[in-house]
Protein backbone atom coordinates (compact mmCIF):
# COMPACT_ATOMS: atom_id res chain seq x y z
CA UNK A 1 0.00 0.00 0.00
CA UNK A 2 1.44 3.48 -1.00
CA UNK A 3 1.92 5.85 2.03
CA UNK A 4 -0.09 9.04 1.43
CA UNK A 5 1.14 12.17 2.59
CA UNK A 6 -0.50 13.68 5.24
CA UNK A 7 0.04 16.53 7.29
CA UNK A 8 1.38 15.77 10.75
CA UNK A 9 -0.03 17.95 13.31
CA UNK A 10 2.68 19.79 15.91
CA UNK A 11 1.85 20.87 19.31
CA UNK A 12 0.19 24.62 19.43
CA UNK A 13 2.64 27.37 20.47
CA UNK A 14 2.46 27.70 24.08
CA UNK A 15 1.61 30.69 25.88
CA UNK A 16 1.79 29.77 29.81
CA UNK A 17 4.50 27.12 30.34
CA UNK A 18 7.74 26.94 28.37
CA UNK A 19 8.05 25.57 25.42
CA UNK A 20 10.84 22.86 26.59
CA UNK A 21 9.89 22.07 29.60
CA UNK A 22 11.06 19.38 31.50
CA UNK A 23 9.19 17.47 34.46
CA UNK A 24 11.68 16.21 36.58
CA UNK A 25 10.39 17.42 39.98
CA UNK A 26 7.87 19.12 41.76
CA UNK A 27 9.66 21.71 42.02
CA UNK A 28 9.72 22.50 37.66
CA UNK A 29 6.05 22.80 37.53
CA UNK A 30 4.49 24.28 40.85
CA UNK A 31 5.57 28.41 39.99
CA UNK A 32 2.76 27.55 37.24
CA UNK A 33 0.27 26.44 40.10
CA UNK A 34 0.70 29.14 42.31
CA UNK A 35 0.75 31.72 39.17
CA UNK A 36 -2.46 30.78 38.79
CA UNK A 37 -3.69 30.47 42.61
CA UNK A 38 -2.43 34.10 43.18
CA UNK A 39 -2.78 35.79 40.21
CA UNK A 40 -5.60 38.60 40.38
CA UNK A 41 -8.82 38.53 37.98
CA UNK A 42 -10.38 41.47 36.98
CA UNK A 43 -12.43 41.09 34.26
CA UNK A 44 -14.59 37.90 32.71
CA UNK A 45 -12.06 37.90 29.44
CA UNK A 46 -9.37 37.68 32.54
CA UNK A 47 -10.87 34.76 34.05
CA UNK A 48 -11.30 33.06 30.45
CA UNK A 49 -7.91 33.78 29.73
CA UNK A 50 -6.71 31.66 33.35
CA UNK A 51 -8.99 29.23 32.25
CA UNK A 52 -7.03 28.40 29.23
CA UNK A 53 -3.49 29.00 30.36
CA UNK A 54 -4.69 26.21 33.61
CA UNK A 55 -6.17 24.32 30.52
CA UNK A 56 -2.71 24.43 28.83
CA UNK A 57 -0.66 23.17 32.01
CA UNK A 58 -3.46 20.54 32.41
CA UNK A 59 -2.65 19.34 28.93
CA UNK A 60 1.13 19.42 29.27
CA UNK A 61 0.42 17.50 32.64
CA UNK A 62 -1.79 14.81 31.07
CA UNK A 63 0.11 14.10 28.34
CA UNK A 64 3.37 13.76 30.00
CA UNK A 65 1.91 11.37 32.59
CA UNK A 66 0.29 9.81 29.10
CA UNK A 67 3.75 8.98 27.95
CA UNK A 68 4.87 7.39 30.83
CA UNK A 69 2.06 5.07 30.80
CA UNK A 70 1.98 4.39 27.27
CA UNK A 71 6.28 3.41 27.56
CA UNK A 72 5.50 1.21 30.73
CA UNK A 73 2.83 -1.02 29.67
CA UNK A 74 4.91 -1.29 26.21
CA UNK A 75 7.56 -3.02 28.20
CA UNK A 76 6.53 -3.44 31.51
CA UNK A 77 9.58 -6.03 32.29
CA UNK A 78 11.89 -2.58 32.13
CA UNK A 79 12.17 -1.57 35.74
CA UNK A 80 13.08 2.58 34.43
CA UNK A 81 9.77 2.56 32.70
CA UNK A 82 8.28 1.24 35.92
CA UNK A 83 9.87 3.75 38.01
CA UNK A 84 9.15 6.58 35.90
CA UNK A 85 5.50 5.89 35.88
CA UNK A 86 5.71 5.36 39.73
CA UNK A 87 7.38 8.68 40.21
CA UNK A 88 4.69 10.77 38.72
CA UNK A 89 2.37 8.77 40.64
CA UNK A 90 4.16 9.16 43.56
CA UNK A 91 6.25 12.39 43.53
CA UNK A 92 3.63 14.84 41.29
CA UNK A 93 0.52 13.61 41.58
CA UNK A 94 0.19 14.12 45.33
CA UNK A 95 0.76 17.76 44.40
CA UNK A 96 -1.48 18.18 42.25
CA UNK A 97 -4.16 17.60 44.30
CA UNK A 98 -4.54 20.28 47.09
CA UNK A 99 -3.63 23.17 44.03
CA UNK A 100 -6.59 21.95 41.64
CA UNK A 101 -9.03 22.09 44.99
CA UNK A 102 -7.97 25.62 45.11
CA UNK A 103 -7.74 26.18 42.19
CA UNK A 104 -11.61 24.66 41.51
CA UNK A 105 -12.57 27.26 44.57
CA UNK A 106 -11.20 30.02 42.80
CA UNK A 107 -13.52 29.37 39.90
CA UNK A 108 -16.56 28.71 41.68
CA UNK A 109 -15.82 31.43 43.89
CA UNK A 110 -15.02 33.89 41.26
CA UNK A 111 -17.55 37.15 40.73
CA UNK A 112 -17.05 36.86 36.62
CA UNK A 113 -18.29 33.09 36.45
CA UNK A 114 -21.59 34.32 36.19
CA UNK A 115 -20.42 36.66 33.53
CA UNK A 116 -19.14 33.53 31.58
CA UNK A 117 -20.90 31.93 28.45
CA UNK A 118 -23.28 29.73 30.70
CA UNK A 119 -24.13 27.36 27.86
CA UNK A 120 -20.60 26.82 26.52
CA UNK A 121 -19.22 26.41 30.54
CA UNK A 122 -21.85 24.61 32.10
CA UNK A 123 -20.93 20.79 31.83
CA UNK A 124 -17.38 21.93 32.69
CA UNK A 125 -18.59 23.92 35.60
CA UNK A 126 -20.62 21.03 37.03
CA UNK A 127 -17.90 19.04 37.58
CA UNK A 128 -15.60 21.36 39.22
CA UNK A 129 -18.51 21.68 41.49
CA UNK A 130 -18.98 17.88 42.16
CA UNK A 131 -14.85 17.70 42.25
CA UNK A 132 -14.88 19.90 44.89
CA UNK A 133 -17.67 17.67 47.02
CA UNK A 134 -15.58 15.07 46.91
CA UNK A 135 -12.46 16.43 47.42
CA UNK A 136 -10.52 14.94 51.02
CA UNK A 137 -6.76 15.96 51.87
CA UNK A 138 -6.71 12.41 53.99
CA UNK A 139 -7.38 10.56 50.49
CA UNK A 140 -4.26 11.82 48.34
CA UNK A 141 -1.91 9.37 49.58
CA UNK A 142 -4.47 6.60 49.53
CA UNK A 143 -5.21 7.98 45.60
CA UNK A 144 -1.55 7.65 45.42
CA UNK A 145 -1.08 3.67 46.55
CA UNK A 146 -4.16 2.61 44.28
CA UNK A 147 -2.66 3.98 41.26
CA UNK A 148 0.76 2.43 42.29
CA UNK A 149 -1.48 -1.15 43.13
CA UNK A 150 -3.72 -0.71 40.68
CA UNK A 151 -1.03 -1.08 37.77
CA UNK A 152 0.62 -4.51 39.35
CA UNK A 153 -2.36 -6.15 38.11
CA UNK A 154 -0.83 -5.68 34.07
CA UNK A 155 2.50 -6.77 35.45
CA UNK A 156 1.29 -9.71 37.15
CA UNK A 157 -0.88 -10.82 33.86
CA UNK A 158 1.66 -9.93 31.26
CA UNK A 159 4.41 -12.21 33.11
CA UNK A 160 1.32 -15.24 31.58
CA UNK A 161 2.63 -17.20 29.35
CA UNK A 162 2.17 -20.92 28.24
CA UNK A 163 4.31 -23.60 26.57
CA UNK A 164 3.01 -24.48 23.27
CA UNK A 165 4.79 -26.69 20.80
CA UNK A 166 7.88 -25.72 22.57
CA UNK A 167 7.25 -22.32 22.47
CA UNK A 168 6.55 -19.54 25.09
CA UNK A 169 3.89 -17.87 24.04
CA UNK A 170 1.75 -15.33 25.77
CA UNK A 171 -1.94 -16.04 26.62
CA UNK A 172 -3.17 -13.32 23.68
CA UNK A 173 -1.75 -15.94 21.60
CA UNK A 174 -2.92 -18.24 23.02
CA UNK A 175 -6.23 -17.63 22.86
CA UNK A 176 -5.80 -17.28 18.95
CA UNK A 177 -6.36 -21.50 19.33
CA UNK A 178 -9.38 -20.95 20.38
CA UNK A 179 -10.44 -21.20 16.66
CA UNK A 180 -8.62 -24.57 15.99
CA UNK A 181 -10.53 -26.96 13.84
CA UNK A 182 -9.35 -29.46 15.97
CA UNK A 183 -11.44 -30.22 19.39
CA UNK A 184 -8.65 -31.64 21.45
CA UNK A 185 -6.34 -28.99 20.39
CA UNK A 186 -8.46 -26.41 21.42
CA UNK A 187 -9.56 -27.97 25.04
CA UNK A 188 -5.80 -28.95 25.89
CA UNK A 189 -4.91 -25.01 24.78
CA UNK A 190 -7.89 -24.11 27.06
CA UNK A 191 -6.92 -26.34 29.89
CA UNK A 192 -3.20 -24.81 29.99
CA UNK A 193 -4.44 -21.17 30.11
CA UNK A 194 -6.83 -22.00 32.55
CA UNK A 195 -4.13 -23.97 34.67
CA UNK A 196 -1.76 -21.22 34.34
CA UNK A 197 -4.37 -18.35 35.52
CA UNK A 198 -4.83 -20.61 38.22
CA UNK A 199 -1.01 -20.39 39.35
CA UNK A 200 -1.61 -16.44 40.15
CA UNK A 201 -5.67 -16.61 41.49
CA UNK A 202 -4.56 -15.88 45.36
CA UNK A 203 -1.90 -13.15 44.20
CA UNK A 204 -4.77 -11.30 42.35
CA UNK A 205 -7.05 -12.01 44.98
CA UNK A 206 -4.99 -10.65 47.63
CA UNK A 207 -4.46 -7.31 45.38
CA UNK A 208 -8.33 -7.10 44.96
CA UNK A 209 -8.74 -7.64 48.50
CA UNK A 210 -6.22 -4.51 49.31
CA UNK A 211 -8.01 -2.39 46.67
CA UNK A 212 -11.10 -2.78 47.51
CA UNK A 213 -9.95 -1.47 51.33
CA UNK A 214 -8.47 0.75 50.04
CA UNK A 215 -11.24 2.48 48.30
CA UNK A 216 -13.91 1.83 50.69
CA UNK A 217 -11.62 3.90 52.94
CA UNK A 218 -11.50 6.84 50.33
CA UNK A 219 -15.17 6.43 50.37
CA UNK A 220 -15.77 6.26 53.79
CA UNK A 221 -13.44 9.73 54.14
CA UNK A 222 -15.19 11.57 51.50
CA UNK A 223 -18.34 10.72 53.43
CA UNK A 224 -20.08 8.23 51.34
CA UNK A 225 -21.30 4.69 52.79
CA UNK A 226 -19.19 2.66 50.30
CA UNK A 227 -17.38 3.11 47.32
CA UNK A 228 -19.87 2.78 44.74
CA UNK A 229 -21.95 5.77 45.63
CA UNK A 230 -18.78 7.40 45.70
CA UNK A 231 -17.63 6.41 42.16
CA UNK A 232 -20.87 7.40 40.91
CA UNK A 233 -20.63 10.97 41.63
CA UNK A 234 -16.30 10.61 41.21
CA UNK A 235 -17.53 9.45 37.31
CA UNK A 236 -19.98 12.07 37.13
CA UNK A 237 -22.95 10.02 36.70
CA UNK A 238 -24.94 13.26 35.99
CA UNK A 239 -27.16 11.45 33.61
CA UNK A 240 -28.63 8.52 34.95
CA UNK A 241 -29.08 6.43 38.07
CA UNK A 242 -27.72 3.74 40.07
CA UNK A 243 -31.03 2.31 39.50
CA UNK A 244 -31.08 2.94 36.06
CA UNK A 245 -27.85 0.28 36.45
CA UNK A 246 -29.79 -2.16 37.90
CA UNK A 247 -32.92 -2.00 35.21
CA UNK A 248 -29.95 -2.42 32.29
CA UNK A 249 -29.02 -5.95 34.12
CA UNK A 250 -32.52 -6.70 34.07
CA UNK A 251 -32.90 -5.58 30.80
CA UNK A 252 -30.23 -7.54 29.49
CA UNK A 253 -30.69 -10.33 31.33
CA UNK A 254 -34.39 -10.57 29.60
CA UNK A 255 -33.92 -9.86 26.04
CA UNK A 256 -30.28 -10.48 25.42
CA UNK A 257 -29.78 -14.01 26.72
CA UNK A 258 -32.27 -15.87 25.38
CA UNK A 259 -31.12 -14.75 22.34
CA UNK A 260 -27.47 -16.21 22.64
CA UNK A 261 -29.49 -19.36 24.46
CA UNK A 262 -31.24 -19.55 20.93
CA UNK A 263 -27.75 -19.39 19.21
CA UNK A 264 -25.93 -21.60 21.45
CA UNK A 265 -28.44 -24.29 20.66
CA UNK A 266 -27.72 -24.02 16.45
CA UNK A 267 -24.15 -24.15 17.31
CA UNK A 268 -24.61 -27.09 19.24
CA UNK A 269 -26.48 -28.48 16.60
CA UNK A 270 -24.37 -27.57 13.06
CA UNK A 271 -21.10 -28.49 15.09
CA UNK A 272 -23.03 -32.13 16.12
CA UNK A 273 -22.30 -31.61 19.60
CA UNK A 274 -23.68 -33.80 22.38
CA UNK A 275 -22.22 -31.38 25.21
CA UNK A 276 -21.29 -27.35 23.98
CA UNK A 277 -18.07 -26.73 26.27
CA UNK A 278 -16.47 -23.19 26.79
CA UNK A 279 -13.53 -24.10 24.05
CA UNK A 280 -16.13 -24.77 21.57
CA UNK A 281 -17.36 -21.24 21.78
CA UNK A 282 -14.73 -18.90 19.19
CA UNK A 283 -14.04 -21.90 16.43
CA UNK A 284 -16.36 -21.68 13.38
CA UNK A 285 -19.22 -23.65 13.96
CA UNK A 286 -19.21 -25.27 10.06
CA UNK A 287 -15.14 -26.15 11.03
CA UNK A 288 -13.97 -23.96 8.99
CA UNK A 289 -10.50 -22.72 9.58
CA UNK A 290 -10.28 -19.28 11.73
CA UNK A 291 -10.17 -15.84 9.73
CA UNK A 292 -7.11 -14.08 9.25
CA UNK A 293 -7.71 -10.84 8.01
CA UNK A 294 -4.11 -10.15 8.17
CA UNK A 295 -1.08 -11.24 8.79
CA UNK A 296 1.42 -8.73 10.83
CA UNK A 297 0.96 -5.40 12.38
CA UNK A 298 1.88 -3.51 9.52
CA UNK A 299 -0.97 -5.20 6.99
CA UNK A 300 -3.61 -4.08 10.24
CA UNK A 301 -2.71 -0.93 10.10
CA UNK A 302 -2.26 -0.72 6.12
CA UNK A 303 -6.12 -2.08 5.96
CA UNK A 304 -7.56 -0.10 8.39
CA UNK A 305 -6.19 2.88 6.99
CA UNK A 306 -7.94 2.08 3.72
CA UNK A 307 -11.58 0.76 5.51
CA UNK A 308 -11.65 3.75 7.21
CA UNK A 309 -10.62 6.43 4.30
CA UNK A 310 -13.52 4.16 2.54
CA UNK A 311 -15.99 5.74 5.42
CA UNK A 312 -14.75 8.75 4.96
CA UNK A 313 -11.34 10.20 3.83
CA UNK A 314 -10.47 11.96 6.70
CA UNK A 315 -10.80 8.97 9.19
CA UNK A 316 -8.21 7.25 7.36
CA UNK A 317 -6.17 10.30 7.44
CA UNK A 318 -5.83 9.74 10.90
CA UNK A 319 -4.98 6.47 11.09
CA UNK A 320 -2.29 7.32 8.56
CA UNK A 321 -1.08 10.30 10.90
CA UNK A 322 -0.28 7.79 13.72
CA UNK A 323 1.10 5.22 11.70
CA UNK A 324 3.33 7.97 10.56
CA UNK A 325 4.05 9.63 13.75
CA UNK A 326 4.88 6.20 15.52
CA UNK A 327 1.96 6.11 17.41
CA UNK A 328 1.00 2.97 17.17
CA UNK A 329 2.13 -0.38 18.93
CA UNK A 330 -0.46 -3.33 18.07
CA UNK A 331 1.46 -6.43 18.29
CA UNK A 332 2.03 -8.74 21.13
CA UNK A 333 4.49 -10.48 22.66
CA UNK A 334 5.81 -11.34 26.03
CA UNK A 335 6.17 -8.49 28.59
CA UNK A 336 3.88 -6.03 26.93
CA UNK A 337 0.62 -4.96 28.99
CA UNK A 338 -2.38 -7.00 27.95
CA UNK A 339 -5.28 -5.19 26.37
CA UNK A 340 -5.89 -2.68 24.41
CA UNK A 341 -6.75 1.16 24.42
CA UNK A 342 -6.38 4.45 22.75
CA UNK A 343 -4.82 6.66 24.58
CA UNK A 344 -5.54 10.47 24.09
CA UNK A 345 -2.82 13.18 24.18
CA UNK A 346 -4.13 16.20 24.66
CA UNK A 347 -1.68 19.09 23.72
CA UNK A 348 -0.72 17.19 20.77
CA UNK A 349 -3.94 15.92 19.63
CA UNK A 350 -2.80 12.93 18.64
CA UNK A 351 -3.57 10.04 20.29
CA UNK A 352 -1.52 6.48 21.06
CA UNK A 353 -3.61 3.16 20.10
CA UNK A 354 -1.95 0.10 22.12
CA UNK A 355 -2.90 -3.36 21.59
CA UNK A 356 -1.55 -7.08 21.53
CA UNK A 357 -2.90 -8.45 17.88
CA UNK A 358 -1.73 -11.72 16.67
CA UNK A 359 -3.75 -11.65 13.28
CA UNK A 360 -7.02 -12.80 14.72
CA UNK A 361 -10.87 -11.51 13.29
CA UNK A 362 -10.95 -10.51 17.30
CA UNK A 363 -7.36 -7.96 16.83
CA UNK A 364 -9.14 -6.27 13.59
CA UNK A 365 -12.26 -5.70 16.15
CA UNK A 366 -10.04 -4.00 18.07
CA UNK A 367 -8.02 -1.97 15.96
CA UNK A 368 -11.36 -0.21 14.42
CA UNK A 369 -12.91 0.14 18.10
CA UNK A 370 -9.18 1.76 19.22
CA UNK A 371 -9.70 4.09 15.60
CA UNK A 372 -13.07 5.18 16.53
CA UNK A 373 -11.69 6.50 19.86
CA UNK A 374 -8.58 8.10 17.64
CA UNK A 375 -11.44 9.60 15.55
CA UNK A 376 -13.22 11.31 18.45
CA UNK A 377 -9.23 12.33 19.95
CA UNK A 378 -8.52 14.18 15.90
CA UNK A 379 -12.60 16.12 15.77
CA UNK A 380 -12.11 17.44 19.38
CA UNK A 381 -8.20 18.28 19.80
CA UNK A 382 -9.19 22.54 18.41
CA UNK A 383 -11.81 22.78 21.36
CA UNK A 384 -10.03 25.40 23.79
CA UNK A 385 -10.33 23.42 27.38
CA UNK A 386 -9.00 20.00 27.89
CA UNK A 387 -11.85 19.29 30.08
CA UNK A 388 -14.08 19.72 26.88
CA UNK A 389 -12.24 16.77 25.24
CA UNK A 390 -12.36 13.98 27.96
CA UNK A 391 -16.07 12.83 26.98
CA UNK A 392 -17.25 10.47 29.21
CA UNK A 393 -17.11 6.73 28.84
CA UNK A 394 -20.70 6.24 27.79
CA UNK A 395 -20.05 8.75 24.45
CA UNK A 396 -16.43 7.73 24.27
CA UNK A 397 -17.18 4.43 23.72
CA UNK A 398 -20.01 5.30 21.84
CA UNK A 399 -17.15 6.59 19.34
CA UNK A 400 -15.37 3.27 19.39
CA UNK A 401 -18.23 1.09 19.31
CA UNK A 402 -20.29 2.41 16.91
CA UNK A 403 -16.91 2.10 14.30
CA UNK A 404 -17.05 -1.46 15.03
CA UNK A 405 -20.58 -1.88 13.28
CA UNK A 406 -20.41 1.16 10.69
CA UNK A 407 -17.13 -0.42 9.26
CA UNK A 408 -17.96 -3.56 9.21
CA UNK A 409 -19.99 -2.46 5.92
CA UNK A 410 -16.21 -1.97 4.24
CA UNK A 411 -14.52 -4.94 6.01
CA UNK A 412 -13.94 -6.39 2.18
CA UNK A 413 -10.42 -4.67 2.27
CA UNK A 414 -10.41 -7.25 4.91
CA UNK A 415 -11.86 -10.48 2.93
CA UNK A 416 -11.54 -10.65 -0.27
CA UNK A 417 -14.01 -13.70 -0.34
CA UNK A 418 -17.71 -13.20 -0.14
CA UNK A 419 -18.06 -16.05 2.29
CA UNK A 420 -15.31 -15.03 4.94
CA UNK A 421 -16.89 -11.42 5.04
CA UNK A 422 -20.17 -13.04 6.05
CA UNK A 423 -18.81 -14.89 8.84
CA UNK A 424 -17.13 -11.99 10.15
CA UNK A 425 -20.12 -10.19 9.83
CA UNK A 426 -22.24 -13.03 11.56
CA UNK A 427 -19.11 -13.12 14.21
CA UNK A 428 -19.17 -9.79 14.84
CA UNK A 429 -23.21 -9.15 15.21
CA UNK A 430 -23.08 -12.13 18.07
CA UNK A 431 -20.71 -10.68 20.03
CA UNK A 432 -22.21 -7.52 19.98
CA UNK A 433 -25.41 -9.04 21.51
CA UNK A 434 -23.29 -11.45 23.86
CA UNK A 435 -20.91 -8.52 25.03
CA UNK A 436 -23.88 -7.00 26.87
CA UNK A 437 -23.89 -10.07 28.40
CA UNK A 438 -20.35 -10.24 29.96
CA UNK A 439 -20.96 -6.07 30.79
CA UNK A 440 -24.14 -6.94 32.94
CA UNK A 441 -22.42 -9.27 34.75
CA UNK A 442 -19.05 -7.51 35.54
CA UNK A 443 -21.06 -4.54 36.68
CA UNK A 444 -23.58 -6.10 38.90
CA UNK A 445 -20.33 -7.78 40.43
CA UNK A 446 -18.71 -4.56 41.49
CA UNK A 447 -21.88 -3.42 42.40
CA UNK A 448 -22.17 -6.27 45.35
CA UNK A 449 -18.36 -6.15 45.71
CA UNK A 450 -18.29 -2.36 46.98
CA UNK A 451 -21.80 -2.56 48.75
CA UNK A 452 -20.17 -5.41 50.96
CA UNK A 453 -15.84 -4.07 51.04
CA UNK A 454 -15.23 -6.82 54.18
CA UNK A 455 -16.33 -9.96 51.96
CA UNK A 456 -14.58 -12.84 52.26
CA UNK A 457 -12.38 -14.21 49.17
CA UNK A 458 -14.64 -17.18 49.51
CA UNK A 459 -17.77 -15.47 49.31
CA UNK A 460 -16.33 -13.12 46.35
CA UNK A 461 -15.95 -16.09 44.36
CA UNK A 462 -18.90 -17.69 45.20
CA UNK A 463 -20.90 -14.43 44.76
CA UNK A 464 -19.50 -14.01 40.84
CA UNK A 465 -20.77 -18.18 40.23
CA UNK A 466 -23.86 -16.96 41.33
CA UNK A 467 -23.52 -13.83 39.14
CA UNK A 468 -21.84 -14.81 36.08
CA UNK A 469 -24.94 -17.47 36.10
CA UNK A 470 -27.42 -15.67 35.86
CA UNK A 471 -26.15 -13.80 32.61
CA UNK A 472 -24.45 -17.09 31.01
CA UNK A 473 -26.48 -19.57 27.94
CA UNK A 474 -27.40 -22.61 29.66
CA UNK A 475 -26.33 -24.28 26.64
CA UNK A 476 -22.77 -24.33 27.59
CA UNK A 477 -21.17 -26.76 29.83
CA UNK A 478 -18.90 -26.17 32.28
CA UNK A 479 -19.32 -29.28 34.55
CA UNK A 480 -15.45 -29.67 35.88
CA UNK A 481 -14.35 -26.05 35.53
CA UNK A 482 -15.84 -25.21 38.89
CA UNK A 483 -12.54 -23.51 39.83
CA UNK A 484 -12.39 -21.78 36.34
CA UNK A 485 -15.77 -20.21 36.96
CA UNK A 486 -15.25 -18.83 40.39
CA UNK A 487 -12.31 -16.79 38.89
CA UNK A 488 -13.31 -15.69 35.68
CA UNK A 489 -13.91 -11.83 36.40
CA UNK A 490 -10.30 -11.22 37.58
CA UNK A 491 -9.56 -11.18 33.42
CA UNK A 492 -11.14 -7.92 33.25
CA UNK A 493 -8.61 -5.49 33.79
CA UNK A 494 -11.21 -2.73 34.32
CA UNK A 495 -12.22 -4.37 37.45
CA UNK A 496 -8.21 -3.79 38.89
CA UNK A 497 -7.86 -0.64 37.33
CA UNK A 498 -10.73 1.36 36.45
CA UNK A 499 -13.81 0.59 38.87
CA UNK A 500 -17.29 0.65 37.66
CA UNK A 501 -15.63 1.64 34.23
CA UNK A 502 -17.67 -0.84 32.06
CA UNK A 503 -21.79 -0.53 31.96
CA UNK A 504 -20.45 2.31 29.93
CA UNK A 505 -19.55 -0.20 26.84
CA UNK A 506 -23.33 -1.55 27.53
CA UNK A 507 -24.65 1.87 26.90
CA UNK A 508 -22.76 2.06 24.63
CA UNK A 509 -23.43 -1.16 22.66
CA UNK A 510 -26.97 0.13 22.48
CA UNK A 511 -26.01 3.18 21.34
CA UNK A 512 -24.06 2.02 18.27
CA UNK A 513 -26.42 -0.25 17.25
CA UNK A 514 -28.96 2.29 16.59
CA UNK A 515 -25.85 4.50 14.94
CA UNK A 516 -25.66 1.80 12.39
CA UNK A 517 -29.06 1.06 11.57
CA UNK A 518 -29.03 4.81 10.93
CA UNK A 519 -26.56 4.08 8.58
CA UNK A 520 -27.99 1.55 6.81
CA UNK A 521 -30.69 3.76 5.86
CA UNK A 522 -28.90 6.82 4.95
CA UNK A 523 -24.64 6.33 5.34
CA UNK A 524 -23.95 10.32 4.64
CA UNK A 525 -26.63 11.37 7.39
CA UNK A 526 -25.95 8.94 9.87
CA UNK A 527 -21.60 10.01 9.15
CA UNK A 528 -22.63 13.68 9.51
CA UNK A 529 -24.59 12.98 12.86
CA UNK A 530 -21.77 10.97 14.27
CA UNK A 531 -19.19 13.16 14.19
CA UNK A 532 -21.08 16.02 15.23
CA UNK A 533 -22.01 14.03 18.32
CA UNK A 534 -18.63 13.61 18.37
CA UNK A 535 -17.08 16.63 17.74
CA UNK A 536 -19.40 18.22 20.87
CA UNK A 537 -16.62 16.04 23.62
CA UNK A 538 -18.51 16.91 26.73
CA UNK A 539 -19.97 20.45 26.49
CA UNK A 540 -23.28 18.62 26.38
CA UNK A 541 -24.87 16.27 28.41
CA UNK A 542 -25.24 12.71 27.57
CA UNK A 543 -28.06 12.95 26.29
CA UNK A 544 -28.00 15.52 24.17
CA UNK A 545 -25.05 14.12 22.75
CA UNK A 546 -26.40 11.47 21.76
CA UNK A 547 -29.84 13.35 20.33
CA UNK A 548 -27.07 15.24 18.45
CA UNK A 549 -25.79 11.62 17.05
CA UNK A 550 -29.09 10.72 15.88
CA UNK A 551 -30.54 8.15 18.99
CA UNK A 552 -31.62 7.89 22.31
CA UNK A 553 -30.22 7.23 25.56
CA UNK A 554 -31.98 4.46 26.75
CA UNK A 555 -31.61 1.41 28.10
CA UNK A 556 -35.33 0.23 29.32
CA UNK A 557 -36.44 -3.31 28.06
CA UNK A 558 -38.51 -1.86 25.27
CA UNK A 559 -35.62 -0.19 23.84
CA UNK A 560 -33.28 -3.10 24.39
CA UNK A 561 -35.61 -5.85 22.83
CA UNK A 562 -36.48 -3.35 20.30
CA UNK A 563 -32.41 -3.41 19.17
CA UNK A 564 -31.63 -6.84 19.60
CA UNK A 565 -34.81 -7.66 17.14
CA UNK A 566 -32.73 -5.31 14.42
CA UNK A 567 -29.18 -7.31 14.95
CA UNK A 568 -31.28 -10.62 14.93
CA UNK A 569 -32.81 -9.49 11.56
CA UNK A 570 -29.74 -8.52 9.67
CA UNK A 571 -28.34 -11.97 11.62
CA UNK A 572 -30.66 -14.09 9.75
CA UNK A 573 -29.76 -12.12 6.56
CA UNK A 574 -26.19 -13.45 6.87
Not at 194 to 199: A, C, N, P, S
Not at 445 to 461: A, G, S
Request: glycine residues 4%; aromatic residues 12%.
Amino acid sequence: MKTKQVAIPTKPIRNFLPQDLTIDSWKRIESFFIDLKERKIASASELEQWMVDRSELEAVLSEDFAWRYIKMTCDTSNEELTNRYNFFVSEIDPHIAPYSNELNIKLVESPFLKELDIEKYHIYIRGIKKALELYREANIPLQTKIGIESQKYGAITAAMTIEWEGKEITLQMASSLMKEVNRKIREEVYQKIQKRRTTDVDVLNDLFTELIQLRHQVAINAGFKNYRDYKFDELGRFDYTIQDCFNFHESIAKEILPLAEASDRERKKIMNLDVLKPWDMDVDEEGKPALKPFSSAEELTNKSIECFSTIRSDFGDYLEIMKTMGYLDLDSRIGKAPGGYNYPLYEIGVPFIFMNSVGTHRDLVTMVHEGGHAIHSFVTRDLPITDFKNAPSEVAELASMAMELISMEHWDVFFKKEEDLKRAKKEQLDKSLKTLLWIAAVDKFQHWIYENPNHTVKERMRNWKIVIGQFTSKEIDYSGLDEVRERGWQSQLHIYEVPFYYIEYGMAQLGAIAVWRNYKQNPEKALNAYEAALRLGYTKSIPEIYKTAGIDFDFSQAYVKELADFVKTELDKL
